[in-house]
């Protein structure tokens, strides 16, 4: 959906990072106007002002949306300073892990809030995001921060706030599980003989191809393993330590996805 019903009142992004800048060039690709948005960025990137991004001057005091996109150990420094444009009918949209609605209204009283956990995919347009709102965020607001978190991928809504630590560890921090499996099935192809840059190339291909088939086919991925693994052929050799109950992924995958959820429940507390 087109964003240009922002343009008047604006959009303000607070952190234009690595997520916060592949929201932005979703927008702009949506329709939003370069000039209708305020970036607060200590060190924006050089391509906001060549777009004709604002990144300086007075902070417009009544955004459609303001976008909180900075880590969420620099919100309590951050907040304070924004109160401001956090007035009347301004959204808050914030994308920082583990940090609370609670928290966001705290600082912006009265507001509709929405926090949203994407990831990195965003970047090409593939990312998936899961939403969740407070009491004051209605069906328009929602609608509003879907369209936005849209830009960059699939939306999901969560039916409750606790879900969004665990949306954290399993989709939000998802991308660097999948990088890491490239990296490590990369090296042990290299130490089964095959040349790094080959061993690279085939293992980012696996990962891609196998990601693309699980969506393409949308069956229950068990069984798109099973196609794979031949009776008493290669991959069930290799399946026996993979999905070994004591040491192979089930617990590693365990522990990693509790972790990360303690992890954003501690950083939100
Ligand atoms: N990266 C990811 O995979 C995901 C990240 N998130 C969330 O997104 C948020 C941003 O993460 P990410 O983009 O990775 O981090 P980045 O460090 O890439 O981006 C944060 C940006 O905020 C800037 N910044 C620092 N202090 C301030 C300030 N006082 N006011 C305004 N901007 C400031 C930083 O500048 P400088 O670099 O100069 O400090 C940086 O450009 C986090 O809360 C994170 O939890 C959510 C889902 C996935
Ligand atoms: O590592 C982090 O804390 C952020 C949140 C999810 C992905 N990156």
Known sequence: MDLAHLNDRGLVLVGCGRMGGALLRGWLGRGLAPGAVHVIDPNAPGWLAARGVKTDGPMPTDPAVLVLAVKPQMMGDVLPQLVAAGQGGTLILSVAAGVTL???????????????????PAAIGQGISAIVGNDRAGPAEMDLAETLMGAVGRVVRL??????DAV???SGSGPAYVFHLIETLAAAGEAEGLPAALALDLARATVAGAGALAVAEDEDPARLREAVTSPNGTTAAGLVHLMDAETGLPPL?????????????????
């Open 253 to 269: 995958i365990r522990r990693t996805v509790a972790a990360a959820a303690a992890r954003g429940r501690e950083l939100g507390a």
């Open 168 to 170: 954290t560890a399993v």
């Open 159 to 164: 039916e409750d706030e606790a879900q969004m």
């Open 102 to 120: 609670g928290t966001y209204q705290r600082a912006f009283p009265g507001a509709a809030i929405v926090r949203a956990m994407p990831n990195t």
